[in-house]
Nanobody
Framework: VQLQASGGGLVQAGGSLRLSCLGS???????MGWFRQAPGTEREFVAA????????YYTDSVKGRFTISRDNAKNTVYLQMNSLKPEDTAVYYC?????????????????WGQGTLVTVSS
């Protein structure tokens, strides 16, 4: 079972990036989430989406700028990030939850990807 995150990179403030998270080894019939961790800080919740995709949840700092979506046929979750700010700089991790409902708590996620670095320059 593996989650492979990709799409990170260097972008100027105000720019956009689209992260992808491909699941392999099993079909992830669960909620999926994105977390991030900046140097010297704890991992923080960014966004989550339910199994069917009807429910999403975002941390306040990214509301209106980030959009989480999923394509279950492709076993892939996306995070569209617009209007990026320097404070969005972090390693972004995707994760598969234990259940089908959105959750913000890291301990309720069963599988984690390896992370992809997003750097936003001012």
């Amino acid at each position: 079972v593996q989650l492979q995150a990709s799409g990170g990179g260097l972008v100027q403030a105000g720019g956009s990036l689209r992260l992808s998270c491909l699941g392999s080894g099993r079909t992830f019939s669960s909620a999926m989430g994105w977390f991030r961790q900046a140097p010297g800080t704890e991992r923080e919740f960014v966004a989550a989406i339910s199994w069917i995709g009807g429910s999403t949840y975002y941390t306040d700092s990214v509301k209106g700028r980030f959009t989480i979506s999923r394509d279950n046929a492709k076993n892939t979750v996306y995070l569209q990030m617009n209007s990026l700010k320097p404070e969005d700089t972090a390693v972004y991790y995707c994760a598969a939850a234990l259940g089908m409902k959105v959750t913000t708590t890291p301990v309720e996620y069963e599988y984690w990807g390896q992370g992809t670095l997003v750097t936003v320059s001012s």
